[in-house]
């Protein structure tokens, strides 16, 4: 099952701040889950945006 994710959590995973994080739901710039009062993140989905952002090293020749 996927996890859900509290604010907090994303921010520790991804290095944000929790009001950044905030910043970027209010934005809709991430995807999110509205539970009542409480906004929640799939864990897969915040995975997918870290691997996505993932930059590989240039070979040297």
């Known amino acids: 099952m996927n996890r859900l994710l509290t604010v907090d959590e994303v921010a520790r995973m991804t290095g ?3 009001a950044t994080i905030r910043q970027k739901v209010w934005r809709r710039e991430l995807p999110y889950l509205k539970l009542g009062r409480s906004v929640r993140f799939k864990e ?3 995975l997918k945006i870290i ?4 930059i590989p090293a240039l070979e040297r020749q």
């Open 16 to 18: 944000w701040r929790p």
């Open 44 to 46: 897969a989905e915040i």
């Open 51 to 54: 691997d996505a952002s993932s």
